[in-house]
């Protein structure tokens, strides 16, 4: 287990993402890969308000409504760990005070639950003053709707401002950050990112740490992604850099006897501040090779190999 940042939120070291749920995951499936992440001692859930209303016949918050739903029937909710976000839901768009605090409201009926663990704001709302948004979160906080803030897809620029709102008038702080990161996509938050989170010991939580499937070796030419719900996500990667990683990660994870994806997960783990990347599987089988990451332990030499090889396609 892990404490994500300065929280008091131990966690199973790999988040499960709730993003297929209600889109290519449908309840009853979504329902067994939850069974199956906590029967092998996953406690850690990534969901978004927002989510899946990009699926057609979709209005946003399916993936709230399932994982509540299955709370319900489990009886489990003081078990689980809640990371939710706001920002996104078609009905409560943007981050001004109205639509972090209705957004709120909405997610915690979805959930059918009175706290969400982990609050994020999703993206960036450069139209509302961030003053309005970090007061909005911490307005939250201190009606015990939200235990901890958390930002998604922020600048360190705009993530440093935030905190300095924080500090100045008694806020809550942020306890995490959830950028992109993995193998080949590694400059969005190494740099100014990186060195925000070790100064405020933020929490990393990367989502698309297999990015969006690429790094499970299934897709190496076009051809592999044609029809397929993440095929367009997952083609920007294949080109020479994207190929190359991909040939040293089949090479380390053979030396380990792992899967592509456990090896993946386990690189991450490996980098400085990482607390749980987020993983989903859209059913039970799916899972196995991404809980397996925590307890993989890659040496020296192959951190260093992909290390190399991806520091060449970050991007």
């Known amino acids: 287990m892990a404490v994500i940042g300065t929280s008091d939120l131990d966690v199973f070291p790999l988040a499960l993402g709730g993003n297929t749920f209600g889109w290519t995951s449908d309840a009853t499936e979504s329902e067994a890969v939850l069974d199956a992440f906590v029967a092998g001692g996953g406690n850690f859930v990534d969901t978004a308000d927002g989510y899946s209303s990009w699926a057609p016949g979709n ?18 909710r003081d078990s689980i760990v809640i990371g939710t976000k706001v920002g996104q839901h078609p009905d409560f768009p943007g981050l001004s005070a109205g639509s972090v ?11 059918g639950t009175d706290y969400i663990d982990l609050y994020y704001a999703h993206f960036d709302d ?22 901890h803030v958390a930002i998604s897809n922020y600048t360190a620029e705009r993530a440093r401002e935030w905190i300095a709102i924080s500090q ?42 297999l990015a969006s499937g690429f790094l499970t070796g299934k897709y190496r ?31 380390v994870a053979s030396e380990q006897g792992a899967s592509m994806a456990t090896t993946a997960l386990a690189w991450l783990l490996s980098r ?8 989903s599987a859209r059913v039970p089988e799916q899972l196995g090779d991404l809980m ?20 060449m396609v970050a991007a």
């Not at 605090?101 to 959930?111: K, V």
């Not at 450069?126 to 235990?147: D, I, M």
């Not at 702080?173 to 990112?193: C, K, S």
Request: glycine content about 10%; hydrophobic content about 45%.
């Open 59 to 76: 209005v946003g918050g399916e993936s709230e409504l399932i994982l509540g739903e299955w709370m319900r029937q489990r009886g489990n």
């Open 272 to 279: 400085p501040g990482v607390v749980a990347p987020i993983a």
């Open 126 to 147: 450069e139209e509302t003053e961030l003053e309005e948004t970090v007061s909005a979160f911490n307005n939250l906080v201190v009606a015990g709707k939200v235990r």
């Open 221 to 251: 030419t076009a051809a592999d992604t044609d029809g397929k719900a993440r095929g367009s996500a997952a083609s920007r990667y294949l080109n020479d850099h994207g190929l190359a990683v991909i040939d040293q990660l089949e090479s």
């Open 101 to 111: 605090s209705a957004g709120a409201d909405a997610s915690l009926e979805r959930l």
């Open 292 to 311: 397996a990451a925590p307890t993989l332990t890659l040496t020296a030499e192959q951190l260093n190999a992909l290390d190399e090889v991806s520091a």
């Open 168 to 209: 100045r008038n008694g806020f809550a702080l942020p306890v995490a950050i959830q950028p992109p990161y993995n193998l080949v996509n590694r400059t969005v938050f190494e740099g100014e990112r990186a060195a925000l989170a070790a100064e405020f010991s933020l929490g990393v939580l990367p989502y698309s740490g």
